[in-house]
């Protein structure tokens, strides 16, 4: 996952560093979002044992932090300063380990205009903690031993804005309990995801 997630943040940098046109003047502005996606669970490329997909529903709020402030602080920096609360969940299509969340999502906006007026390119992540239904223990072997029903959730994704109120993105997500409890096996889901602005 680390990989993974280090792999999106070198490919945002480098679109970051284009020098793209369409790039200058780009400020990160706050905004509520709804986002479903699909996405292949637990996948056999990531150490995957589970089985099945996830319907990914998520409700993305303004950030507290106003544009305006966050326009005070050095543009390379604006998306550190102005977190977007986030309630979501994963459900999955085959009776295996679902999940709900809550957190913080952290959105960079990183070039705009680029095939038409209105649309760009973003990167964002996710932290929080993420609850689920899964296995603590498990002695099967297409279930993972959690260790815990409460456990650390991390996601990224790189996304497409088509115009001013949708959006499609490729999305990653993790959830482990960081060495905290004897079993950690961990879940990684990865698919696309549509958003709405609002």
């Known amino acids: 996952m680390r990989r993974a997630l280090a792999a999106l943040a070198v490919f945002a940098a480098a679109l970051a560093q284009g020098g793209t046109a369409g790039a200058q003047g780009v400020t990160n502005l706050t905004y509520r979002e709804i986002k479903l996606g699909v996405l292949a669970h637990d996948v056999h490329f990531l150490g995957g044992k589970e089985s099945g997909a996830d319907i990914n529903p ?4 303004a950030s507290p932090v106003s544009d305006e402030w966050a326009a005070t602080v050095p543009a390379a920096l604006r998306w550190l300063v102005q977190p977007r609360p986030t309630i979501g969940g994963t459900i999955n299509t085959a009776g295996d380990t ?13 070039a705009r205009d680029l095939f038409r007026p209105g649309d760009g390119l973003s990167a964002g992540i996710f932290f929080g903690p ?15 031993s959690l260790g815990s029903h409460v456990l650390f959730r991390e996601a990224a994704d790189i996304g497409y804005r088509i115009d001013a109120v949708y959006t499609v993105s490729l999305y990653i997500d993790h959830i ?23």
Do not use: M, P
Not at 58 to 61: P, T
Not at 101 to 108: D, E, M, P, V
């Open 58 to 61: 998520e409700l993305i709020f």
């Open 98 to 110: 679902d999940q709900a969340y809550i957190g913080g999502t952290w959105t960079w906006q990183f």
């Open 130 to 144: 993420g609850f689920n239904d899964g296995k603590t223990v498990s002695h099967s072997s297409d279930r993972k």
């Open 176 to 198: 482990s309990n960081a060495g905290f409890d004897r079993y950690n096996q961990s879940i990684n889901d990865v698919g696309l995801r549509f958003g709405f602005r609002f």
